[in-house]
């Protein structure tokens, strides 16, 4: 073997150089050239994507472990983030690295046609190659100063098997959850730097790509992402930056979102998609096309609570977070025109109109405009304050004018909670109906505490006689009409849940057998819900389990129980729910229910298939 001394000299002096101070940006600019469309190369430019300089910058500073950027397609991110980062730890600040692609086929793309193509243009990457051939192939590469790069894809072994001081991941929301049942990704990425302390970095950086988990979801600070899997939860976790451009009329700093965009309704896409403008959020100003670089190169990154003046003062303290979270939308994005964003969301929802398919509209929403999709199923403009703000002030429980009947629903809660929450609503013409109370019974008069003489908490799975307290809490309960005579008004008809925790089911058909005998069975009925009703709302039948002896309840074929088909009847609700006017089907709220009734009510949402799923929380109002 025969060594060379001026290459021998050569890789020992990479191998004991210090790291670079130089900025990531500034690094980039200097060694990663961009090919042309006449076959030669650039020096990479900031000047159409000047808000990737504050997230490059991140990238070697150690107050920060992470750094997420999220965005759309046509930033310019995955070049700077990606080939750039590269350069920088090639040519500034050597060390191990690992990018991980979406798959093996994506991989092996990005190193032969991105990753090989990007050194050999540069001469400051092409020198720092290891010369030795066995040294490089698809997935790894070795340099002069000893710094390894694996271009690697989602599995256990590659992601637990070795330590980086640098692992990037890209299209992040086109990885899987779980990697290998072995946890998330990040989590995953993460621990391989952790050997290096506050120097180890890991990038994340995607379009959105989950689906909005909760319709019902509200913004609680003015930079918070909506509830998704994937890179906006990254986000929320860091210090939540978003853009922000000065308006050229007053000043005033804005996010340049979706909303901010404005067209011509016209039929035609790209006659609307030509005449697209801007507003500023804050005066209304109109902003044209052609502004918009000039805006992006004033643009500024502010975190979760900072704010600036229109001088460009920052003030306030940012959120604290070890990772440093970027979040951009398509209106900015360097290399998209707002008539391209226009013209595609316009395509996109006439194509959902003529097929009723969401893909295209979801692909545009993710990719062009960077936000996370709501499925059109789940949307709705129905919120628990805007239903709460729909309220009328009704004097509390009684009757006002228009109503002719009363009916009263029982939802049986099981648990530590246990009790029968009541529902009384009245009906008019139409089926125009008015909620006029909502309690819970939850102590049974019929049991009390020996020692202490207190009624004790009721027990419906475990106490029979518990179930008797709607004989003079709701069968007998009646209600003063609002219109001074005095008058009362009783309930005429009550639905009951037969099912819930064991036992239940048993104590619900003694109860009624108890009040058949005392007359009320006319107005009392059991209620059962079942995905098996397919073709009407409701059928009545009559079980009959004498002859199954692994059953717990005693149940003779005696007993009516109305099987309701559940998703038919909340179709109904819904609809009425979404009429904003009084008249045929409206429901009245009086101004006395609490928020937490109107939250029940949007505690389900309705699947493609029709049928309504709970989004977590009480939903007993909604039942």
């Not at 099912?499 to 048993?506: I, K, M, N, Q, R």
């Amino acid at each position: 073997m025969h060594l060379n001394p001026d290459n021998l000299s050569h890789e020992v002096a990479e191998i004991v150089t210090p790291p670079s101070t130089i900025s990531v940006s500034d690094a980039v600019r200097q060694t990663l050239r961009v090919p042309q469309s006449g076959g030669g190369s650039s020096p990479w430019s900031a000047e159409i994507t000047p808000y990737l300089l504050e997230p490059l910058d991140c990238l070697n500073s150690r107050e920060y472990t992470a750094v997420i950027f999220v965005g759309p397609a046509r930033t310019g991110k995955t070049l700077a983030f990606l080939e750039g980062w590269v350069s920088y730890v090639i040519a500034h600040n050597p060390a191990d690295m690992l990018i991980v692609q979406i798959s093996k086929e994506k991989a092996q793309e990005f190193s032969k046609k991105r990753l090989d193509r990007a050194i050999r243009r540069s001469p400051e990457l092409a020198k720092r190659i290891s010369p030795r051939v066995h040294d490089n192939n698809i997935h790894d590469k070795i340099f002069r100063a000893g710094n390894y790069l694996k271009v690697g894809w989602p599995t256990v072994n590659i992601l637990s098997s070795s330590d980086y001081k640098y692992v990037a991941l890209t299209d992040y929301d086109r990885l899987p959850l779980n990697i290998d049942s072995e946890g998330d990704p990040f989590t995953l990425a993460k621990k391989r730097t952790t050997t290096f302390l506050s120097s180890g970095m890991t990038l994340v950086e995607s379009s959105p790509g989950w689906n909005i988990k909760d319709p019902r979801w509200e913004p609680s600070s003015l930079h918070e992402a909506p509830p998704t899997e994937g890179i906006l939860s990254l986000y929320n976790q860091g210090d939540r930056r978003r853009l922000y451009w000065p308006c050229p009329h007053c000043q005033a700093w804005f996010q340049p979102v979706f909303e901010t965009l404005h067209w011509d309704k016209h039929a035609d896409p790209v006659k609307a998609s030509e005449s697209v403008y801007m507003l500023c959020t804050q005066c209304r100003g109109r902003i044209e096309p052609t502004q918009k670089a000039d805006l992006n190169r004033q643009c500024r990154w502010l975190g979760e609570g900072q704010h600036i003046t229109s001088d460009g003062e920052v003030t306030g303290e940012k959120r604290q977070s070890l990772y440093a979270s970027f979040w951009m939308e398509g209106p900015a994005a360097g290399y998209q025109t707002w008539q391209g964003l226009v013209y595609n969301y316009i395509l996109a929802e006439q194509h959902y109109e003529k097929t009723g398919n969401q893909e295209k509209l979801q692909s545009t929403i993710n990719l062009d405009i960077g936000r996370a999709y709501l499925p059109i199923t789940s949307t709705t403009n129905r919120t628990a304050k805007s239903l709460k703000a729909r309220a009328e002030p009704f004097i509390k429980r009684t009757i006002p004018n228009g109503v002719r009947f009363l009916t009263a629903a029982i939802d049986v809660q099981g648990g530590a909670k246990r009790r029968f929450v009541v529902q009384v609503q009245g009906w008019g013409k139409h089926l125009e109906s008015w909620i006029i109370d909502r309690f819970n019974l939850r102590y049974s008069p019929f049991r009390v505490n020996e020692q202490t003489g207190e009624v004790l908490a009721i027990h419906p799975g475990a106490y029979a006689e518990d179930w008797d307290v709607i004989i003079d809490k709701v069968l007998h309960k009646h209600y003063l009409l609002n219109d001074g005579s005095g008058r009362v008004m009783g309930i005429q008809l009550v639905a009951c849940d037969s099912g819930g925790e064991e036992g239940v089911t048993d104590n619900a058909y003694q109860f009624y057998r108890r009040i058949k005998k005392l007359g009320l069975r006319h107005r009392f009925m059991l209620i059962k819900g079942d995905h098996h009703t397919q073709h009407t709302k409701m059928r009545e039948t009559y079980p009959n389990n004498q002859h199954n002896s692994h059953s717990k309840a005693r149940i003779y074929g005696d007993i009516p129980l109305q099987l309701l088909n559940s998703n038919a009847f909340k179709d109904v609700v819904n609809n009425s729910l979404e009429r904003d006017i009084p008249g045929p089907n409206y429901i009245h709220f009086p101004d006395w229910l609490p928020l937490s009734f109107y939250e029940e009510l949007t505690a389900e949402t309705r699947t493609a298939d029709g049928k309504w799923e709970e989004l977590g929380g009480p939903n007993e109002s909604w039942d």
